[in-house]
């Protein structure tokens, strides 16, 4: 607690963050002890928005469970999708077809990209900048377009099959990702220009809310988070899923653990994920985009199963226990900011409010899927 | 990490059984009847990485739950997650944690089994911070007590629930 301010009388306020607060972006509680400016403990508060996912999944058939899956991290569904369609296939032994993994990871990549520029607009406003949001939504308009025109949905995607893919990408998708990928990489300068290179922004980041490597180990903090901590960790990389090794994409890493990192990890990502899909969409295969010998009732080996992908905030693992019926027996999501948002009240200790409110930006929480 | 070193100290948080090469995949079988909880397993058991995602698992009394997270910690994993699995027919709860290694990328999975009429397991809080929210959780869902936990109100459900969703004989 270096940065506490030393009073003679020891005197601290309780102060509520939340759960209506614009700075948690959704519905977050945060009790706050405070020493004047400085925070003496956070207490996050959750459950604000908790619907028991996995009660509803021990109540239904393992493919009814798929629509849930879209509503865990809205702003990166279709990593969840992801999740819980790659494990249920890892359990019942199911083989899918190339076309079928490039456009998932064409279309997840895709969705992480809008999400980062999501993450992007809203984390410069919660430093009170406004202008940036309103480019970030627009670039993240052509994607939801784009995915729109594929999934049927803008926001709230089940789009991935157990074997494969609901739908074919029409005759305008990859010429349209394309087209998008030429814009957005026009348009990161200008990003940078204007706020990575914004004194103000520098200052409010640079050596602001430090995480260490071995912090993220103990609360097993994931993603940019982890990534900005110095450590090489992505589960397309280290724990490779679907067609990931196939294509050429870097790992961003940057070492200062302070919220600047977190923010630099999660721009050169969206550098990356225009790579991942250039290089998908002129690789694309033809073929089916659904397994031909996929079963239409699921019913895995009894068992359990663990699947693990990279959603935008970090490693998203589903983990189920089947005892060989149509329903799953168990189901646990295991979602990254839970863990992420765990080390808040450590790392928050004697900060600034105002620091800590652009640490827990940085954090780039999404409460449906803390809560679930 | 190293893989044979926590083999061998898992092994002597449980002396009695040897390690054995996973068994074959049991065919998927019709009906519910199914016995799902494996009887008499080994207590450190290899598994096949691309069936299971996992590489190790590992099966522990409950008194032994905090030296293995030590270990653990000490070979530099990481902790992902602690859940609750209802095992009624058995009249068991299980604890299942899940540990990762960033460097090797293989996940350990080390489960536990209480009494379902007196479910108590000491808490890895101290060894892994991150454990703190994801018991918290697993006391709401299932009533599971983590003994020394420093604090287990309900962290999703209700501030006043006293019920436990997860649990196979809940009804709401």
């Known amino acids: 607690m270096s940065h506490l301010a030393q009073t003679q009388t020891q005197e601290t306020f309780v102060l509520n963050l939340g759960p209506q607060h614009p700075a948690t972006h959704g519905v977050l509680r945060v009790k706050l002890v405070m020493d004047g400016e400085y925070i003496v403990h956070a207490e996050p508060v959750l459950g604000y928005i908790h619907r028991m996912h996995e009660k509803m999944g021990e109540n239904r058939t393992w493919a009814q469970f798929m629509p849930n899956t879209g509503r865990l991290d809205y702003l990166s569904a279709l990593s969840y999708n992801f999740g819980y369609a790659a494990a249920?296939?890892?359990?019942?032994?199911?083989?899918?077809?190339?076309?079928?993994?490039?456009?998932?990871?064409?279309?997840?990549?895709?969705?992480?990209?809008?999400?980062?520029?999501?993450?992007?607009?809203?984390?410069?406003?919660?430093?009170?900048?406004?202008t940036p949001l309103l480019y970030a939504f627009d670039d993240r308009e052509q994607i939801l377009d784009l995915l729109e025109s594929v999934t049927g949905s803008r926001l709230t995607y089940c789009y991935f099959r157990f074997g494969g893919v609901y739908n074919d990408i029409d005759d305008n998708f990859v010429p349209g990702s394309l087209a998008f990928i030429k814009r957005l990489r026009a348009r990161m300068p200008m990003y940078h220009d204007l706020v990575t290179k914004n004194i103000i922004l520098m200052k409010r980041l640079i050596g602001i809310g430090p995480i260490s490597a071995e912090m993220c180990r103990r609360y097993g903090a994931t993603g940019p988070v982890l990534r900005g901590s110095g450590v090489q960790f992505d589960v397309r990389k280290n724990e490779p899923y679907s067609v990931y090794p196939e294509f050429n994409f870097d790992i961003p890493v940057y070492h200062e653990c302070d919220s600047m990192a977190r923010y630099m990890v999660r721009m050169d990502e969206i550098e990356q994920s225009m790579r991942i899909i250039e290089q998908a969409c002129n690789k694309l295969p033809e073929g089916p985009i659904m397994a031909e010998k996929a079963p239409k009732i699921i019913k895995p080996a009894p068992g359990d199963y663990y699947f693990s992908v990279e959603a935008a905030r970090g490693s998203f693992g589903v983990r189920i226990v089947s005892d060989g019926t149509n329903t799953p027996y168990r189901l646990k999501l295991r979602s990254p900011t839970f863990s992420n948002l765990s080390l808040?009240?450590?790392?928050?200790?004697?900060?600034?409010?105002?620091?800590?409110?652009?640490?827990?930006?940085?954090l780039d929480l999404v409460i449906p899927e803390i809560d679930r | 990490m190293n893989l044979e070193k926590i083999k061998q100290a898992m092994m002597a948080l449980a002396p009695q059984a040897p390690v054995v090469e996973a068994p074959a995949e049991v065919a998927p079988v019709e009906g519910a009847e199914v016995p799902v909880?494996?009887?008499?397993?080994?207590?450190?058991?290899?598994?096949?990485?691309?069936?299971?995602?996992?590489t190790l698992d590992i099966e522990l009394p409950p008194e032994n739950v905090v030296a293995a997270a030590e270990i653990l910690f000490k070979e530099g994993l990481s902790i992902e997650a602690v859940t609750g699995v209802d095992w009624i027919k058995d009249g068991q709860l299980e604890v299942v944690y899940d540990f990762i290694d960033w460097q090797w990328h293989g996940r350990v999975v080390v489960r536990s089994r209480v009494p379902r009429d007196n479910p108590q397991i000491p808490t890895i809080s101290e060894v892994f911070a991150g454990a703190n929210w994801h018991e918290r959780e697993t006391h709401d869902f299932f009533g599971i007590k983590f003994i020394g936990h420093p604090d287990?109100?309900?962290?999703?459900?209700?501030?006043?629930?006293?019920f436990h969703p997860l649990l196979k004989d809940f009804k709401a």
Do not use: C
């Open chain 1, 88 to 130: 249920v296939e890892r359990a019942a032994g199911i083989t899918v077809p190339e076309r079928a993994e490039y456009i998932r990871v064409i279309t997840t990549e895709l969705n992480r990209i809008s999400s980062h520029l999501l993450w992007f607009g809203a984390f410069v406003l919660d430093l009170g900048g406004f």
């Open chain 1, 344 to 362: 808040f009240a450590e790392a928050s200790q004697g900060m600034l409010l105002a620091d800590a409110l652009a640490l827990m930006g940085s």
């Open chain 2, 37 to 54: 909880a494996q009887k008499g397993r080994p207590a450190v058991l290899d598994t096949d990485y691309a069936k299971k995602g996992f």
């Open chain 2, 152 to 162: 287990l109100s309900p962290l999703l459900l209700p501030e006043d629930a006293n």
